[in-house]
């Protein structure tokens, strides 16, 4: 258990640095949870006093959403082994928590309490500053992202809003929209079920997506949305009878485990909105065309 727990906190970016003798010290006061999928680490509002970090399973951090319809949740972050949260209660004492943490699956975690947090701290007083000045960090770069990614769904949902008469213009609206929000150099195409040819076609780029796409593995009439390697994700938009399409987005560059999480969020609920805006288009297009066959038909014969 010792060397489990020395290997997990010399992955972690918070703990970087850090020599493995005073890690090792660290890891004396980690304790081992288990949690069954679906079984709440802590509930939002309860008071915190602990930081966790992931050895085994996943963890969904979700914020309670109240309406006049009931309540739902949003989910906020997928975290995964390696990843770490509740930092708020080391930063400011008996704050209640702002967000729910669930088990996804069956999940071992390590717990550290503030006050072990301190013992370990005032044993190595040195580590002090650099290990808060991470935490802020970490903190900003969460912020920086969920800001990010309600920006761009406010964003795209007031644009997908607009009477769209066909999804070519759609879409040459939405992707530039959804582009500007991703961090790093990426590319993408945009795919739409043409049913004259019973294909997917490629009916909007952003970047030089044909460049790469030479280099990807990918499948136009995908069902599900899923990460082709390392930097590549598709997302797929849900049709009744089948999929009406998908984008493929890519980045230059690799993309973590942490980020990958939150990207792949991001576009998946982007791609829901889309895929509303979709089904908006389809339906105006035959109300449309049953509007013309009604005038046709009441106009009688030539």
Not at 19 to 25: R, V
Not at 266 to 283: D, G, H, Q, V
Request: charged letters at 25%; a negative charge.
């Amino acid at each position: 258990m010792a060397a489990d727990k020395l290997t997990l906190l010399k992955s972690l970016k918070l703990l970087a640095g850090i020599p493995d003798d005073q890690l090792a010290q660290l890891g004396e006061f980690l304790a081992p949870r288990e949690f069954s999928d679906a079984q709440p680490v802590f509930e939002e509002g309860s008071t915190g006093s602990s930081l966790f970090f992931i050895t085994d399973g996943h963890v969904r951090i979700a914020k309670h959403l109240r309406s006049e319809g009931g309540s739902s949740y949003k989910e906020l972050a997928v975290l995964g082994p390696g990843d770490c949260f509740g930092e708020m209660a080391l930063i400011e004492a008996s704050a209640p928590r702002s967000a729910s943490a669930i088990a996804s699956g069956a999940s071992t975690l390590f717990e550290l309490t503030r006050d072990d947090l301190n013992r370990w701290l005032s044993a190595n007083p040195q580590l002090a500053m650099g290990f808060f000045s991470r935490l802020v960090q970490t903190l900003s770069g969460r912020l920086r992202r969920s800001s990010n990614e309600l920006t761009l769904l406010f964003d795209l949902s007031h644009l997908l809003l607009e009477p769209f008469t066909n999804a070519t213009t759609m879409f040459d609206k939405a992707m530039p929209r959804i582009m500007q929000y991703l961090e790093g150099e990426w590319v993408s195409g945009a795919y739409l079920y043409n049913v004259f040819n019973d294909e997917m076609d490629l009916v909007d780029t952003e970047g030089d997506f044909k460049a790469a796409l030479t280099k990807l593995a990918v499948d136009p009439a995908a069902a599900q949305n899923s990460w082709l390697g390392d930097s590549t994700y598709q997302v797929v938009f849900p049709g009744k009878k089948r999929p009406h399409g998908s984008i493929v987005f890519h980045r230059s560059t690799g993309i973590d485990k942490e980020e990958k999480n939150e990207i792949a969020r991001t576009l998946t609920t982007s791609a829901r909105l889309i895929a509303s805006a979709l089904e908006n288009i389809s339906f105006r297009a035959e109300d449309d065309m049953r509007a013309r066959l009604k005038k046709n038909t009441q106009s009688g014969p030539y």
